[in-house]
Nanobody
Framework: QVQLLESGGGLVQAGGSLRLSCAAS????????MGWFRQTPGKEREFVAA????????YYADSVKGRFTISRGNAKNTVYLQMNSLKPEDTAVYYC????????????????WGQGTQVTVSS
């Protein structure tokens, strides 16, 4: 099983920025799509962003379009989420995931998830 390790969460004021990182344990992930989900207590995990294995195609939830940017590192086994203009409603635990395709990532059905990193946006 692939291990995914997220980092970069924290506390920020509304309007601020954070950059999340996720590193995968296997080089074979260069050929896999990666993405981010988030979850708040009592709610289902929701899709945030996904990126194809080559990094050419990106996908975003409507709630984060224009504010968040997903990208991959040169080694392709790392994915980043640059979050700008943060809002209190962005507060959640953010999870990294990987799947064979971006569609698979967006479906949220992967068996591979990180442990999550907390993002808290104060008003």
């Amino acid at each position: 099983q692939v291990q995914l390790l997220e980092s970069g969460g924290g506390l920020v004021q509304a309007g601020g920025s954070l950059r999340l990182s996720c590193a995968a344990s296997e080089r074979t992930l260069r050929h896999s799509a990666m993405g981010w989900f988030r979850q708040t207590p009592g709610k289902e995990r929701e899709f945030v962003a996904a990126i194809s294995w080559g990094g050419v195609n990106t996908y975003y939830a409507d709630s984060v379009k224009g504010r968040f940017t997903i990208s991959r590192g040169n080694a392709k086994n790392t994915v980043y989420l640059q979050m700008n203009s943060l809002k209190p409603e962005d507060t959640a635990v953010y999870y990294c995931t990987v799947d064979d395709t971006a569609s698979g990532v967006m479906a949220g059905t992967s068996n591979n998830w990180g442990q999550g990193t907390q993002v808290t946006v104060s008003s």
